[in-house]
């Protein structure tokens, strides 16, 4: 009995040792577990991502091209439809014209004949008169002048019926030999027609086939496109995983932001210390992104939190407040609890704008979806996801040129919209501070790892809350 009790009490404690791995391994498990496991299976997404856009362009242009074949046969056929039409239309003119002419030939033959039946009349009657003797001619006429009178009527018609004949039987000539031409000229345009019966035929059968090429093509491009379109689901999963891996608080140090911005680059283009900049001069990279609250969304009104004094302006009612409830709410915050920038007394306007990126609300709304398929969520008051919305707006004003011009306009419009003489300290003063990141970011590389550069945290430029100071 004693063996028994123990056996089962053993059984028992296996049951509980193993069952917590149970449920661990019959979870599903993450496609990677290390940043660089993440890293390696993000290249290899990126690299069939590359081989689908390409076979994609690859099948685009086939797709085209078949188009472009198809719409060219289409114009083909309709061209030789009308000249079948046409050489219908010549066949049966030449048709009428032939059955003139025949009936040309037959009045003429009927002339002929009748000229000819003349000809004999006065033939017989010559000859009639040949049988006579003079003397018999001249006793049946009246008098002398009458008989020459018939000889030499006689003699004139003759040879006006001779005449006749003549040119009644060249005109004959002249029909049979035109009759004969517009009969060749038929049999000709009998064989054009169909000659271009043959090519309509055989342009169709073409046609057909490269339709039937072109669907195949259309269903091969669409599912290149639903394959691309997975890759890149997965991609954005593994994009979110290297983030969480990072583990960036809400104020990362340099060194985390870096990183940060090192994975924005390779999405937007936007280099590192520039995007880096203008963040220092927005909110010192989250340490301060606003220190005021909405507390009237019909007017605006809110107030400072350090003081609790009122404040006109916070945020601009009509083109903000709507979106920012909505924001707030999606994310479940509170809207008249949550940090936004006071507005700026010596620049004018309204406050407002949210979180790292200091995105306006009605600006946020804009960039919301394209930084949701990068990062897989949509929050202005996340780091990973303001570092993607700010650099996805520079981009869109030409940072990614990577000029000096280019990013200091783009720093410009991302600060007030416009590239106003009035606020190029702000231009000038993101240019400075990219620049002395990019020096200190080439000593950092060269000096320090990875994780001694995350653990690194760089005094931050000092002019980067100058032109700030009043929206925290």
Known sequence: MPKIFRAIIFL????????????????????????????????KY???????????????????????????????????????????????????????????????SQKIEAQKRKLVEILRTVYEMDKKSLIEILISEKN?????????????????????LDVVKNLKISLEDQKMILEKEKENLERILKMQTLQKQESENLKKEKEHLSKLTEAQYQKLLA?????????????????ELIGVPQAPTFGEAYELAKYVEKITGVRPAFLLAVLTQESNIGKNVGQCFLKDPKTGQGIRVNT????????????????????????????????????????????????????????????????????????????????????????DYGAAKRTYEAEWKAAMIYFSGTTNPRYSFYGNSVMAIASRYEEDIKILEKSMTFQELKLFSLNFHPLSLQYRESSF
């Open 227 to 243: 394959e691309k379109k997975e890759i890149e689901k997965e991609a954005a999963k593994i994009r979110a995983r290297i983030f």
């Open 12 to 43: 028992f404690f296996l049951l509980m040792l193993f069952m917590p791995s149970f449920r661990i391994f019959s979870q599903e498990e993450p496609p990677c577990q290390t940043r660089e496991e993440c890293e390696s299976l993000l290249k």
């Open 308 to 395: 609790g004094e009122k404040v006109e302006k916070v945020m601009n009612p009509t083109r903000d407040v709507p979106h920012f409830l909505n924001i707030t709410k999606e994310l479940g915050r509170d809207p008249f609890n949550t940090l936004v920038s006071c507005p700026i007394p010596s620049v004018g306007g309204w406050g407002g704008a949210m979180g790292p990126a200091q995105f306006i609300p009605s600006t946020w709304i804009k960039y919301k979806n394209r930084v949701k398929q990068i990062t897989g969520s949509a929050d202005p008051w996340n780091i990973k996801d303001a570092f993607v919305a700010a650099a996805l707006y520079l981009a």
């Open 144 to 164: 002398l002048s009458g008989f020459f009178d018939n000889l030499m009527y006689l003699e004139i018609l003759n040879s006006k019926t001779k005449d006749l």
């Open 46 to 108: 990126e690299e069939e991502i590359k081989k689908y856009e390409q076979n994609i362009q690859k099948t685009e242009k086939e797709k085209k091209t078949l188009q472009n074949q198809i719409y060219l046969l289409k114009q083909k056929i309709d061209k030789l439809k009308l000249e079948i039409e046409q050489s219908n239309v010549m066949i049966r003119d030449v048709s009428l014209q032939i059955k003139d002419t025949q009936e040309s030939i037959e009045k003429t």
